[in-house]
Every structure is written in structure tokens, then in C-alpha cells.
């Protein structure tokens, strides 16, 4: 793979990044902000209500923009 990205000549550039880093993923900043606050005192009786309550939770968020487009603002301060 190195001779092949060598041979591109410039043209591919290499990012390395960390084996585990959450907080470069948005989607753990929403699941965060669901658990804490959309869906804190939920106890399902089966997973098809946690499916139905997330489900319910994450178009509540959709009518919230600003608040969605914040967590790829988080990750990106990173």
C-alpha cells in the first residue's frame, strides 16, 4: 500500500488518527445528549420500546437544528 500511495505522486496524502477517539464522532456527542436528556428516566420493558421512544426522541430533535449541527461543532473543536 505505501509503494502504491508513493507512486500517486502527491496526489494522496495520509491523516493518522487515533485507534479510538469518540470525540472526533458527532453521532457520540447525539447518543450522548439522547441518553441525557431525551431519554434519562427511560426503562423499557423491551427493546422494541427503546426502539420506539429513540425513534420518537430523535425526531423531537430534527425540529432543532441548531442543536444537531452543534455536536459536528463540538467534534470539529477537536
Avoid at 18 to 29: D, K
Avoid at 47 to 76: D, I, S, Y
Amino acid at each position: 500500500m505505501q509503494d502504491w500511495i508513493a507512486a500517486q505522486r502527491g496526489r494522496i496524502t495520509l491523516e493518522w488518527l487515533p485507534s479510538y477517539a469518540p470525540e472526533l464522532n458527532p453521532t457520540e456527542y447525539l447518543w450522548g445528549h439522547l441518553q441525557q436528556h431525551e431519554l434519562p428516566n427511560l426503562c423499557p420493558k423491551d427493546f422494541a420500546e427503546l426502539n420506539q421512544e429513540a425513534k420518537r426522541a430523535l425526531r423531537r430533535m430534527r425540529r432543532r437544528p441548531t442543536l444537531v449541527a452543534a455536536f459536528w461543532h463540538q467534534a470539529e473543536l477537536f
